[in-house]
């Protein structure tokens, strides 16, 4: 079992930054591949961004490739998303999210732990 608990939302004007944090509970932090996903209104949760267990590789979708960086900390038990250059379309509900696979996985089936989400405002 893992608890995640996020931070850092809030709202920024168009091209500012924000750094959203997730905080996990237990031991086993390392275990796990992390990823954050969002969910906009009226609209499906999407893959914004996975890094392995170790931070050896990370993956993002092409629409924040450029802008956001995923990063985690173990011995924090933390993952972060540094949003960059944020554009109003990036307004959603942030949640961070931990999986199992080895393998890279952009789907919510994928990630068996989830957090109750931040939510990040960008005005125009």
């Known amino acids: 079992q893992v608890d995640l608990v996020e931070s850092g939302g809030g709202l920024v004007q168009a091209g500012g930054s924000l750094r959203l944090s997730c905080a996990a509970s237990?031991?086993?932090?390392?275990?796990?591949?992390m990823g954050w996903f969002r969910q906009a209104p009226g609209k499906e949760r999407e893959f914004v961004a996975r890094i392995s267990r170790f931070s050896g590789s990370t993956y993002y979708a092409e629409f924040v490739k450029g802008r956001f960086t995923i990063s985690r900390d173990n011995a924090k038990n933390t993952v972060s998303l540094q949003m960059n250059s944020l554009k109003p379309e990036d307004t959603a509900v942030y949640y961070c999210a931990a999986s199992t696979s080895a393998r890279v996985t952009t789907t919510r089936a994928g990630y068996v732990y989830w957090g109750q989400g931040t939510q990040v405002t960008v005005s125009s």
């Open positions: 237990g031991r086993t932090f390392s275990s796990y591949a």
